[in-house]
């Protein structure tokens, strides 16, 4: 028993804590939990706390379905939502199969194992999410088929005793109080669309935080009467909730990113780290943008990036390169802006990250420098350039995946083959639909 | 000159003419001949004693005048109490050493040295002493808490190089003159490591004088820094010249940053002052890869850091690495702090997931990576070096010293006679291998120190091993033993350790199930079993049932195995699974009684016993074969009975069994008891490494021919009986058995043709020819008594005739010919494919092969017929896969499995083998290899699906070995998994990459076959 585990095991007793929340994460991205009375904590860390994987999206195969979750005690936290009276806390696990060696279908150890690639070329990464989201005044659809929004406010806006304002309030307090940093919050472009940016920590560390913040967010917003959505596009006419993510990558305490004299002070690890998000983004676009609904958001115009570029402090480039002040190399990052609020974050940014050291590795050379608004540029122009688009549609998507070599490399075999198998389901789920707009469109006239 | 000749001889000289050149060198002018011969005779390598004194007082002449003069009455032999010549250091240490000798010329103000008091059992000199004598050299106040030097640069690193030599030529000196160099060699290397520790602390304090200059000498004296030792240093028992393992800890307050960077700082300065370039060589190379993250990692770290890194992220290793971690130099409080912190995690590792794993891999560390030119030089690697020596001891602490902390120090040789003292190891073994330690270590120094070189190597010429052999006995030598003495003695010593590591990991381990009282070790049941579980044997008290058995009573059996078994017992833990290859080897061993050969093969043939420890804890299949043919055992030691004997052969053996044995009965008994030894043989042999997969197919299709033909014959001669015959049978063999593709657990797919001898009613014939089928199927299947155990029954399938299994069993060839002229299916000319003669008639054979031919080699394969066969394989991809299995496993029928492979190739020979003879083969390889050079298939294409389907007919086999049942899945479960994959020639441990591999092989396979198949 480490003393981490201790500390977890004292916590429980003097907090006089309830339950035990075990968190895991499906290979969707869906957050998982198994409730453990007190008294099991101490078993479950030493061996782990056996369920039946079978049910579980991508965890088993049906004829092996036992599995072990293991209870990561650094991750432990209390719930501050559940009320000081019969406290409820959680722990992230690793999910192991009945040997107790990692389950290769563990979205949590998938990205380990590209921080452990990244480890053996001597990189620590860094990660920092904005994550953008509605909050609508109902999970249900208005009368005429469309959420509704809490307010009408916009980007920036102040909106004097919103609800916005006193729920972005408390949703930061409570953030904070289970150990997740905010740098910022504000009201987003669209009506009832909020952004909040967590400040960076560890990758992996990001993506746990990036589960437990979309928990909370939903919580605070319950308890204020409204619901929040993650949903990459709910609004045809309002933009889409993205998660743009910036990334670092630290040689011990230097960061690999900068350097002094360079074109934007970008180092050459830098370039070629954004050669291989670039070069690899079609094929890892089905992750970062996992959704049927998420091609809605990357081809629906405003900001969202739909085209391979990238840029300095270019709002249409997908992968942008953040101004930041003299002296502050610590802080040279580069961020990639496909991703959207709904991805599984452990996945996304495994291949985000398995494209950049894939770029470092082989040592791909980048491209010039987008300039100009690449979304007013026109196809010819766009393709005189080498702005290839990113896959139109989940399809799409899938199909390039397919044909990646790197994509199960860095996912794993099984990952790659449950998450194919996924898509193509919903895909074919989807076409099955007769859609508003056909209905609109064709009933009256046809 | 004939009488120097003999002096120098007689003095132990090696290159007479150049010594007696160096004699009449005119620095030895003056000097009294008698003493100076008395001298250097006390040398290990006169030699070069000689040559390094005429350099030595060509730089400094007052060397001769502590030589006695010729003509100067001495009375040599009186003058020191002790009976010591004056000037023995001097001598002794010229013999020794070069490179000390050149230090001497460099600075010959340090000649004061030479007065070192010399004593049979020397002094040692304290860490404090060392360290006040080193910090002073550079300025530093030794008494205060952060010594700071007053000089820097070049003239820092030439003081504090220079004090470091003359205390390693003082440290020289006494060693050489010790009485016994093994008695004080971890007393030498403990100085060798306060030495280098002293060293670290002055060169700290003049990187801290450099370091204020840049960083201001206020910040750089808030920053304290400790230094800790790893590896031979950490455990006090250094070489004379070798890397210095440390790991820097660095604690500023309130400001980690500023730490960071001014400890960062220091580091670099330690180094520069110990190993740049200069004036006064460098010292060695301070290495810090140990840290964590290795040399990716940051150079220092805070403790919070460092404990940060192993509670998270640590390899198991690492904690291995721990275990020689002490405080050696900088601020001792702060590396106390991290031994106490980091203690528990070294002492729990053995509960850590992956220690068994880890024990492996410092098993392997033992024999890696020996150049082949250095395989019989080294000290250091390989079974029977100082590794191997280092591996037992400290895998012992690690098992054991979680409960017992007497077990803990650092030290090779503290360990083991703290080992000994709690009863882990036996007194004399323990004895012998402290012994063996100092003496592989003694000779490591002595090889060293010559030119303070690090090496590990013995050296080749003649005349340094005779030196060396000198040095390692001590001065108390009364004649000079040769080259070749001490050749044979380290041998003795390699020999020596490498038994000793069985004897003390597992004799304790026996005398405990057994209850012998033999040995002075009593391992409590919880040690025996921690011993057990170390090594990987899962159900220890079942594994001690099995040792009891094996070495219980009074046989010869058991004395012999009592011997063995600790050797036996290691290679089994070497396997998959210990447990059942303990199991196996008892079951064996009793079956086998006392048979004297296979005592002897025990005894004498250690590459058999090695053999058969792998086999049986790696393959449930052979186990189970081996336990019913024990007499089998016999061929583990000679590879010429692992050659699977040809068809030839077996043909003949069963002809001549037949003509001995006429009862049907008797006859197809032996014949099917051949079948299972040639099985037997050819799983042996492919466990050996003999076999590749292909001449495995290759080997086990004609056993199956033989039997085949064997039961024919027998079948026919009893559906005779005495009347004549009227038709002649032909076995055609199809599928896999066609294409000589067996895998352990191929059914044989066949046709049955016959033809109606002249004269005979056909009806007749018809009939007569189904009773020799249906004799032939039966003889072949049938239970028989006493029954043959361990049997895999060969089932004969004729699913693959026309009209499948609507069709009659056998028709004449004549039905054949009508039957294909009006109606054959896609399906049965794509199984047509495969079609080879077998057994049988050789005119029939030959005509049915051309009827046959024009069908499955067509001429106008229609582009109908080509998608009627692509839809067929489509429903059985979606119905013949059982309900529940994953196809990403399964090998035969799963995505880029056999089938898919086979199909595409079929398809290719359907369309193009008319104009392409090549694709005309019954073997998928070589009918795949003939489309890619027809260039039906491209290149990488055609390797992608070769390699997936050699994969997946391994794993077929490796599933049949290993479990001893057919089973048509990757496997899932971990143990198995590796398993497999050892037997398709991955290394231990590699079970998830062989995963990922086989899952990866076949998707590409996949991929190729969805274009080039379906289009």
């Known amino acids: 028993m480490d003393r981490q585990q201790e500390y977890v095991l004292r916590t429980i007793e003097e907090r006089d804590v309830r339950f035990v929340r075990l968190w895991f994460t499906d290979v969707v991205g869906s957050l998982k939990s198994v409730a453990l009375a007190p008294a099991e904590v101490e078993g479950a860390f030493e061996e782990g706390l056996g369920f039946d994987g079978s049910a579980v999206e991508g965890l088993a195969r049906v004829f092996e379905s036992d599995m072990l979750a293991q209870p990561d005690p650094t991750t432990f936290e209390i719930l501050p939502w559940r009320g000081e009276t019969e406290q409820t806390s959680r722990m992230f696990c690793d999910i192991l199969t009945p040997d107790g060696e990692p389950s290769a279908a563990d979205p949590r150890h998938v990205l380990k194992r590209s921080l452990a690639k990244a ?169 970062t943008n996992q959704f049927v609904n998420s091609y809605k958001r990357l081809w629906g115009g405003g900001e969202a990036p739909s085209y391979l570029s990238w840029g300095h402090n270019n709002r249409s480039a997908l992968v942008r390169v953040p101004l930041y002040k003299p002296g502050k190399w610590q802080s040279a990052r580069v961020e990639y802006r496909g991703i959207d609020s709904a991805a599984n974050p452990y996945l996304a940014y495994a291949v985000l990250l398995g494209a950049g050291l894939k770029g470092i590795e082989e040592g791909y050379e980048l491209g010039p420098a987008a300039h100009e608004d690449i979304a007013a540029l026109s196809a010819g122009e766009r393709r005189a350039l080498g702005h290839d688009p990113l896959p139109s549609s989940l399809h799409d998507a899938v199909r390039q995946m397919e044909e990646s070599e790197l994509m199960p490399e860095i996912l794993g075999e099984q990952v790659f083959e449950y998450f194919l198998r996924n898509k193509r389901a919903e895909w074919q789920d989807y076409r099955l639909q007769v859609t508003p707009f056909e209905l609109r469109r064709y009933l009256g006239v046809l | 000159m004939s009488s120097i ?354 024990v492996q891999a410092m098993r392997l560390r033992v024999t890696e990576h020996i150049p082949a030119a250095e395989a019989g030089r080294q000290l250091k690697l390989g079974k029977g070096g100082l590794r191997d020596v280092e591996f037992t001891v400290q895998l012992l602490q690690l098992v054991h010293a979680k409960a017992d902390e007497s077990l803990r120090p650092r030290a090779t040789t503290a360990a083991i006679t703290a080992l000994m003292r709690a009863g882990y190891i036996g007194r004399t073994d323990a004895h012998a291998l402290d012994e063996s330690y100092r003496y592989l270590r003694v000779l490591e120094h002595r090889i060293q120190l010559r030119h303070l070189r690090r090496t590990h190597l013995m050296p080749v010429a003649e005349e340094e091993l005779r030196s060396l052999a000198c040095a390692v006995v001590g001065p108390l030598r009364l004649k000079r033993p040769g080259a070749d003495a001490l050749l044979e003695h380290w041998h003795r010593v390699k020999r020596r350790v490498r038994d000793l590591h069985e004897n003390i990991f597992y004799r304790p381990i026996l005398a405990q199930a057994a209850h012998l009282s033999a040995d002075d070790v009593q391992l409590t049941p919880d040690a025996v079993q921690a011993r057990l579980a170390a090594l990987g044997y899962r159900d220890a008290v079942g594994a001690t049932r099995h040792i009891q058995a094996l070495i219980g009573g009074v046989s010869r059996r058991a004395a012999l195995q009592r011997q063995l078994l600790p050797v036996l017992l290691d290679w089994l833990a070497q396997g998959v699974d210990p447990d059942a290859g303990l199991l196996g080897f008892r079951r064996v061993s009793e079956a086998l009684g006392t048979s004297h050969w296979y005592l002897g093969m025990l005894r004498d043939h250690q590459a058999a016993a090695e053999r058969l420890c792998h086999v049986l804890s790696s393959s449930r299949f052979i186990t189970d074969l081996l336990e019913v043919s024990p007499e089998a055992t016999a061929w583990l030691g000679n590879d010429k009975e692992l050659v699977p004997l040809t068809f030839e052969a077996q043909w003949q053996e069963i002809q001549s069994k037949m003509s001995r044995h006429p009862d049907p009965a008797d006859a197809i008994r032996l014949i099917r008891l051949i079948r299972r030894r040639e099985t037997l043989r050819i799983a042996v042999a492919n466990s050996s490494g003999l076999l590749d997969v292909d001449k495995v197919a290759a080997a086990l299709s004609d056993a199956d021919q033989a039997a085949i033909l064997g039961a024919l014959l027998v079948a026919e001669a009893d559906v005779y009986g005495d009347s004549p015959p009227k038709t002649r049978v032909l076995v055609v063999a199809m599928g896999r058995q066609g294409g000589r593709e067996n895998g352990y657990d191929s059914d044989a797919d066949v046709l049955y043709v016959h033809r109606a001898l002249p004269g005979a009613d056909a009806d007749e014939a018809q009939q007569q020819a189904r009773a020799i089928v249906a004799k032939l199927s039966a003889l072949l299947t049938q239970p028989l008594k006493p029954a043959i155990q361990a049997e895999r029954v060969l089932v004969l399938d004729a699913a693959l005739r026309p009209e499948g299994q609507q069709g009659p069993l056998v028709r004449s060839l004549e039905a054949y010919r009508e039957y294909y002229a009006r109606w054959s299916l896609p399906w049965e000319t794509q199984a047509l494919l495969r079609a080879r003669p077998m057994a049988g008639a050789d005119d029939l054979a030959a005509d049915f092969m051309a009827l046959v031919d024009a069908i499955r080699y067509p001429a106008g394969f229609g582009e109908a017929d080509g998608r009627e066969i692509r839809r067929i394989k489509a429903r059985v991809e979606s119905e013949r896969l059982p309900r529940g299995a994953d196809p990403a496993r399964h090998v035969k029928l799963g995505r880029g499995g056999l089938s898919d492979v086979e199909w595409l190739v079929q398809l290719i020979q359907l369309q193009h083998a008319h104009e392409v003879p090549g694709l005309r083969s019954t073997s998928t390889i070589a009918a795949l290899h003939a489309a890619r050079d027809a260039g039906l298939v491209a290149f990488d294409d055609a390797e992608q699906l070769e390699d997936a389907w050699r994969l997946a007919s391994r794993v077929r086999n490796a599933n049949v070995i290993w479990t001893g049942r057919t089973s048509d899945t990757l496997p899932s479960s971990r143990a198995d998994l590796e398993a497999v994959a050892r037997w398709c020639g991955y290394e231990p441990g590699a079970a998830s990459r062989f995963e990922e591999d086989y899952l990866g092989v076949t998707r590409r396979a996949r991929a190729v076959f969805e274009r080039v198949f379906y289009g």
């Open chain 1, 119 to 287: 480890a053996d070329m001597g990189f620590t990464c860094y990660t920092h999410p904005e994550i953008e989201f509605y909050l609508l005044k109902s999970a249900e659809p208005g009368p005429d088929g469309v959420p509704v929004p809490v307010d009408q406010a916009g980007y920036f806006d102040h909106v004097p005793g919103g609800v916005a304002q006193d729920f972005r309030r408390t949703a930061v307090t409570m953030l904070e109080k289970v150990g997740i940093s905010v740098e910022f919050s504000h009201h987003e472009g669209g009506p009832g669309q909020n952004e909040i940016d967590l400040r960076y920590a560890d990758a992996l560390q990001t993506a746990d935080n990036i589960m437990t913040f979309r928990t909370v967010i939903r919580e605070v917003a319950i308890q204020q009467g409204s619901y929040a959505t993650f949903m990459p596009k709910p609004f045809t006419d309002h933009p889409g909730s993205g998660m743009h993510t910036h990334f670092s990558l630290f040689e011990g305490d230097t960061n690999a990113f900068h350097e002094a004299g360079a074109e934007y002070q970008l180092s050459k690890t830098a370039r070629q780290f954004i050669a291989g998000i670039l070069r690899h983004a079609p094929e890892f676009t089905a992750v």
């Open chain 2, 5 to 358: 000749t003999r002096t120098l001889i007689g003095n132990g000289f090696s290159d007479l003419e150049k010594s007696a050149r160096f004699l009449a060198a005119g620095e030895l002018e003056g000097l009294d001949r008698d003493a100076l011969f008395a001298g250097l005779a006390l040398a290990n390598d006169p030699d070069m004693a000689l040559q390094s004194l005429v350099w030595l007082i060509g730089a400094a002449p007052e060397v001769a005048q502590r030589l006695p003069r010729a003509g100067a009455a001495v009375d040599r032999r009186n003058d020191d109490d002790d009976g010591a010549s004056p000037n023995e250091a001097l001598f002794r240490l010229l013999g020794a050493s070069q490179a000390l000798a050149e230090f001497l010329v460099r600075n010959p103000g340090h000649l004061d040295v030479l007065d070192t008091p010399i004593s049979a059992e020397p002094a040692a000199v304290t860490g404090a002493a060392l360290r006040t004598s080193l910090l002073r050299a550079v300025g530093a106040d030794p008494a205060s808490d952060l010594p700071v030097a007053a000089l820097t640069g070049t003239e820092a690193y030439t003081a504090l190089r220079t004090q470091y030599r003359r205390h390693l030529t003082d440290l020289a000196i006494r060693d050489l003159c010790a009485a016994s160099p093994l008695d004080v060699m971890p007393q030498v290397g403990a100085e060798l490591a306060d030495l280098a520790a002293a060293a670290l602390d002055a060169a700290l304090a003049v990187a801290r004088a450099e370091a204020a200059d840049t960083h201001g000498a206020d910040a750089v004296a808030r920053v304290r820094v400790g230094i800790v030792g790893m590896g031979k240093s950490g455990a006090r028992e250094l070489n004379y010249i070798s890397d210095v393992d440390v790991m820097y800890l660095v604690d500023g307050g309130a400001d980690e940053a500023e730490a960071i960077t001014i400890g960062t700082a220091l580091a670099a300065g330690i180094s520069r002052a110990v190993n740049s370039p200069g004036r006064e060589p460098a010292l060695w190379e301070v290495d810090a890869n140990l840290r964590p993250e290795g040399k990716d990692g940051p150079l220092v770290r805070t403790l919070d850091s460092y404990l940060a890194y192993y509670r998270r992220w640590a390899h198991s290793w690492e904690f291995q690495a721990l275990l020689k971690a002490r405080a050696m130099a900088g601020d001792l409080t702060l590396g106390a702090a991290f031994e106490e912190s980091v203690a528990p995690l070294i002492w729990t590792s053995s509960e850590r997931d992956g220690f068994v794993e880890s």
